[in-house]
């Protein structure tokens, strides 16, 4: 696979955009500049100025959040609202939101391509961010509000967007991650959750193992929040356009091995494939605030090199909350090997490495051989797999396959 012509120049730029976008967060005079402008929903803001049906509808979790999700019916030349489609539900990353999947023109990203090619898509909008930011009685300025991590995202967000689609439509549907949405999914099918309602799953660069990042930024950062950072957060937003965030950043890059010219290579890895418009609407929209206690707790994964629920810290805390002194680990080995599952990772990726993919797949090696399907490709990065201009022909092309010959 061949990079775009021009594509240092273009990161060249694009480093220089995103150094000084940390620069305006680091002057507190400047930041009111970032501040997230009214919150417009996705079918307003990028869906039907292209000419698609669009819906938003609001799904209650048991814990009590609201989230926010986006439904493209069908496609642009759909002919009747009287065809059955098969719905799919696309669940992004953490520090980003549903509109990660739509940053490129419709015949790039993967909703748009699937809603013309007859599905029914979905698309998720994790706790917490713009989208998702209601509960029945916390509100976000309340600690209690952020007090989850991604064992929540796995036991309640997933279960009420599964069961919510499912009863809508009265079918199983498909569901395709990416980033923190591979690791949420995996944890659930592990548990035997979601799985009676889905047909198939593809993931796309999964983190599940983050034992092996190249990135000494995520390094340090990992080791950051497990420490000293973790405690100065304490049980709340992490938000990163906001001072304290701010402050972090400062602290990280004060390191001397972390490079933080090029912020985005030095988190994801060397994207292949983004062109400067898609940057920039990215800039634009993102990232979105998460819970201190969910990078805690990825931190937490890349530390111990195992996938587990979250660790209070001590044992008479994981005692009270699990019976047992240590955290319960996600047996990934126990997803039903008969459940359909296509894998995707890239070779340049620096937080889904290659080691730690391949983990994943040693705990996946007793699949069925005709329901697991892996991809691999040389050239991609983290963020190549949702912006990446040749996405569709490389990756969401195999993703329609595969869900095609799992259909029934």
Not at 59 to 87: C, E, F, H, M, W
Not at 281 to 289: A, C, D, G, T, Y
Request: charged letters at 20%.
């Amino acid at each position: 696979m061949m990079a775009l012509h021009g594509m240092p120049i273009l990161f060249a730029g694009f480093a220089f955009f995103v150094f000084n976008l940390f620069l305006m967060l680091m002057s507190h005079q400047a930041y009111g500049i970032w501040d997230p402008p009214a919150v417009i929903g996705l079918c307003d803001s990028s869906v039907r100025v292209y000419g698609y049906k669009c819906h938003e509808i609001n799904v209650k979790t048991q814990d009590g959040y609201i989230l926010g999700v986006t439904r493209i019916p069908n496609g642009r030349s759909a002919s009747g609202d009287n065809v059955t489609r098969t719905p799919v539900l696309l669940q992004h990353g953490v520090l980003v939101d549903g509109m990660s999947w739509l940053m490129n023109k419709p015949e790039q990203n993967l909703p748009m391509i699937l809603a013309d090619k007859g599905f029914d898509v979905w698309i998720a909008n994790t706790r917490g961010t713009r989208y998702s930011r209601r509960h029945t009685y916390l509100q976000p300025s309340q600690s209690e509000f952020w007090n989850w991590s991604w064992d929540e995202l796995a036991a309640y967000d997933l279960p009420a967007l599964f069961d919510y689609v499912h009863n809508q439509t009265g079918q199983k549907l498909h569901y395709v991650g990416h980033s923190l949405g591979t690791l949420i999914a995996l944890a659930s099918f592990s548990e035997r959750l979601l799985v009676d309602k889905l047909k198939s799953a593809a993931l796309l660069s999964p983190i599940a193992y983050l034992s092996h990042m190249k990135t000494a930024l995520g390094v340090v950062a990992a080791k950051a929040f497990v420490g000293e950072v973790g405690k100065m957060f304490g049980l709340k937003e992490f938000n990163p356009k906001g001072e304290e965030a701010t402050r972090f950043l400062r602290y990280v890059c004060a390191h001397p091995e972390v490079d933080c010219y090029d912020l985005l290579t030095a988190i994801t890895g060397k994207n292949c494939c983004l062109n400067t418009s898609t940057v920039n609407l990215f800039l634009k929209n993102e990232p979105q605030s998460t819970a201190t206690k969910n990078m805690v707790h990825l931190a937490q994964t890349a530390r111990d090199g195992v996938v587990a629920k979250y660790n209070y810290g001590n044992p008479s805390d994981n005692l009270i909350h699990y019976g047992t002194v240590k955290p319960p680990i996600y047996k990934l080995s126990d997803i039903p090997p008969k459940l359909p599952l296509f894998i995707s990772y890239g070779g340049q990726d620096a937080l889904s490495d290659v080691r730690d993919v391949e983990q994943l797949l040693d705990d996946l090696k007793l699949h069925d051989v005709l329901k697991f399907t892996v991809q691999f490709v040389k050239d991609y990065a983290h963020a190549d797999f949702i912006m990446g201009v040749n996405a569709a022909d490389v990756v969401y092309n195999q993703v329609y396959k595969f869900f095609m010959n799992h259909r029934f």
